[in-house]
């Protein structure tokens, strides 16, 4: 069976409806992925090894803080950023997560709730890629309901004492600053975020190992044993679980149009495929209307994932986005994109279960990317809080 290489999905002129900038950072992009990421990607899945190597030219590139204006940021549109985000994951989950989380989880934070200060020792750096993030907020005890976080910050003096653990942390071991969002005891339990520079003695990353998804992405548990941080390490304007939850906002936003990509890449992959495979009478598996039914099933689910995914980023550009219309398509969109590649693996047989080709490794990923960043059923009760007025959770 001949290579299959990426030819890009666009069934109802999806394409007319961008600017010639959309279209622009959306191609400069699937040319990186092409060139950079798709030759090294099955190897790095195989050996669990993040590809570092292209943290510094994914930075020249714009990749980090992209939608951020000023610090050296490349001031997107949200259209542009989600269109990055998606041939990024076209690519692999695991590496449009490092970007999400230097991006929308670090840098994003920094910028919204940070001194000046603040902003300007680290984000033209974080743009660069000369320092990393990571973001601290799910616990071992605490996944889906972070208010119930253990983690504490006791003021002492003019010092912050830092105590506590966090689990399931994207580029934990390999961050030099960690966002640690943890609950103030002199502010009543107030949550608030903390820049923690992860060479303070008390901090420790340990990787987490014999991960089945995400192997392209660090994953690590973090913890905080009297690790001393001066006042001046607070975000100053955090305050309350609204402040993670905004990040999270944005960061999510970015995942949905990043199941597209994996779709796509699923799809393209199974469509090319059924028409070289012959079983029958000489004739393509594509022939046969059962295969068909899948590949419809797929086009038709990836194109409405486009155009909800374009409406969310249309209305956060007028500033009239609410959480519920980001719930909404990261919810669908994964969805979707995980029953693209269910039905992209069955296509492809018994090939289906190896790296040659793409559609495994994104089966997988995408299992992690249901999970994260608020899970597909908690995304369930915030539509659904937001169309009863009932809180279900
Ligand atoms: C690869 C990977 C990378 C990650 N990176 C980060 C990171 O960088 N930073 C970070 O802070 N976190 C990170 N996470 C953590 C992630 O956000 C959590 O796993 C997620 O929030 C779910 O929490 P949990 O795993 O504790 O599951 P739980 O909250 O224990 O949920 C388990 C199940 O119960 C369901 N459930 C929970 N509450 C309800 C309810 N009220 N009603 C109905 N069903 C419910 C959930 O939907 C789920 O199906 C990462 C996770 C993974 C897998």
Redesign the pocket.
Known sequence: MPAIKFRGVDFLQFDSLLTDEERLVRDTTRQFIEDNLVPIIEECNRAGRFPRELVKPMGELGFFGASLKGYGCAGMGNVEYGLMNQELERGDS?VR?FVS?QSG?CMYPIYEFGSEEQKHKWLPAMQKGEKLG?????????????GGMRTRARKVGNEYVINGE???????SIADVAII?AKVESENDRIRGFLVETDRPGFTADD?HG?W??RA?V?SGLSLQDVHVPESNVLPKSGGLKS?LMC?NQARYGIAWGAVGAAMACYDCALQYSLLRKQWHDQPIASHQLVQDKLTWMISEITKAQLLVLQVGRLKDAGKVEPQHISMAKRNNVWMALECARLSRDILGANGIADDYPVMRHLMNL???K????????H??IIAQSVTGID??
């Open positions: 695991g997560s989380v989880l990571c973001f601290g907020l799910t616990e071992p005890d605490f996944g889906s309901n972070p966090k689990m399931w942390i994207t580029s934990g969002w987490i991960k998804s995400l992405s994953t993670p999270l299992e992690s990317v999970t994260y960043e608020g899970t597909h059923d908690i369930s009760l279900g959770f």
